[in-house]
Each structure stands twice: as structure tokens, then as C-alpha cells.
């Protein structure tokens, strides 16, 4: 079955640039009608989306973050990304990337979650 | 963009039944999907579309819709049950927000 993975820096520096990688695995992430979002959760709060892809590479963000986002897709290497500029602290959280069924809206798998820290 | 709304905390009983709500515009023209979460622990997907449960999840939890308000039912609740609930739905966009969760508490 489909599994998600986050990786990348547990810390970044104030103002510097978040850099995520989702990896699927168990399937490819250009088969069946999907798409691929991240979304995030500060510590004790609720759950943010970010944005999503499908693999054609069209792209939605979530207006309060559009300005700071870009979230790509690598198929050759069964990947997702995503790239959160000028971060500060209130951009520390749980990172998720998730798969949605374009059908249905609804995100089915979930990655683990990844903690990223904005900090000097 | 659109706010989806839920009741911060609500409470049930061990066995009985509690419903979970949801209220905002996207709801009007599409469905929400419900997730479950307890510490620690990644959202699972509970319910989605008309009231669809993914494989896995127990048939005593359904859904509903009405104008702006969904509602996620746990019909027969257990002491497993309690963690935080969120809503989700798309707009015309295609953008999604989430509500902001409802801590179940089961006594």
C-alpha cells in the first residue's frame, strides 16, 4: 500500500527558506486521479493546509501563505516538495504531507508528520 | 476564504451517542471529509462524501449534511474514540481549510 514519508532540516533559521520532501512509496505518485498536499500543525493547535499539486504540476495555496509557498512535484523520483520562504517562529509545527482522491477531497494517507523548528 | 467552525470540546458518555458538527459556506456545495486524531499520532481519515468510511473504520461512525452544517455521528461511542476531531472541505477554488478540531472526550 501507498505510504508517505517527510523529510528534511528539523531546524531553520529565522528568515531563511523551509525545505520539505514527501516520498511515496508502495505506488507511483502518477497513478490514479490524486493529489498531493502538505499541511501543518503548531504544537497544541489545529491543522493548517498549506497548498496541493497534482502531477501535471498545477498547483493551490492557501491564500494566507501563497505569497511565501512553492510546492513542486518530481515524478521520476516519486516526490513532492515543498518551499516556505522568509519563515519565522510562528511557522514552527508538525509537518504532514497527505494524498487526496481528486474525487472525493479527502485525504486518505497521511505521512508520518515531520518537526521543523524556526529558530537561531 | 471560507472558515469552517466547529465546538471546541464536547463530552459523551461510555456507549451512547454524540454528533460532531461543522459549519461553514463550502459546505453548501461540497462535502466535508472528517478526521480523527489522537496524540501524537497523524489524522486518519473517519468519514468523506455523501457518508463513506474508509476500510478500517468502525461502522459506528457516520455522516451527515444539512445547508451549511456537517456532522460527524459516533453511534456507540468508546473509551477509543476520544481524541480530536477536525472538518475539511474544498471551496470553488480548490483550496481546502480545516476546522479548528473538537476534543471528544469519552467518560
Known amino acids: 500500500q501507498v505510504q508517505l514519508q517527510e523529510s528534511g532540516p528539523g531546524l531553520v533559521k529565522p528568515s531563511q527558506t523551509l525545505s520539505l520532501t514527501c516520498t511515496v512509496s508502495g505506488g507511483s505518485i502518477s497513478s490514479g486521479s490524486y493529489y498531493w498536499s502538505w499541511i501543518r500543525q503548531p504544537a497544541g493547535k489545529g491543522l493548517e493546509w498549506i497548498g496541493r499539486i497534482y502531477t501535471s504540476g498545477s498547483t493551490n495555496y492557501n491564500p494566507s501563505l501563497k505569497s511565501r509557498v512553492t510546492i513542486s512535484v518530481d515524478t521520476s523520483k516519486n516526490q513532492f516538495s515543498l518551499k516556505l520562504s522568509s519563515v519565522t517562529a510562528a511557522d514552527t509545527a508538525v509537518y504532514y504531507c497527505?494524498?487526496?482522491?481528486?474525487?472525493?477531497?479527502?485525504?486518505?494517507?497521511w505521512g508520518q508528520g515531520t518537526m521543523v523548528t524556526v529558530s537561531s | 476564504s471560507s472558515e469552517l467552525t466547529q465546538d471546541p470540546a464536547v463530552s459523551v458518555a461510555l456507549g451512547q451517542t454524540v454528533r460532531i458538527t461543522c459549519q461553514g459556506d463550502s459546505l453548501r456545495s461540497y462535502y466535508a471529509s472528517w478526521y480523527q486524531q489522537k496524540p501524537g499520532q497523524a489524522p486518519v481519515l473517519v468519514i468523506y462524501?455523501?457518508?463513506n468510511r474508509p476500510s478500517g473504520i468502525p461502522d459506528r461512525f457516520s455522516g451527515s449534511s444539512s445547508g451549511n452544517t456537517a456532522s460527524l455521528t459516533i453511534t456507540g461511542a468508546q473509551a477509543e474514540d476520544e481524541a480530536d476531531y477536525y472538518c475539511n472541505s474544498r471551496d470553488s477554488s480548490g483550496n481546502h481549510q480545516f476546522g479548528g478540531g473538537t476534543k471528544l472526550t469519552v467518560l
Open positions: 462524501g455523501k457518508n
Open positions: 497527505a494524498r487526496a482522491d481528486s474525487g472525493e477531497d479527502a485525504f486518505d494517507i
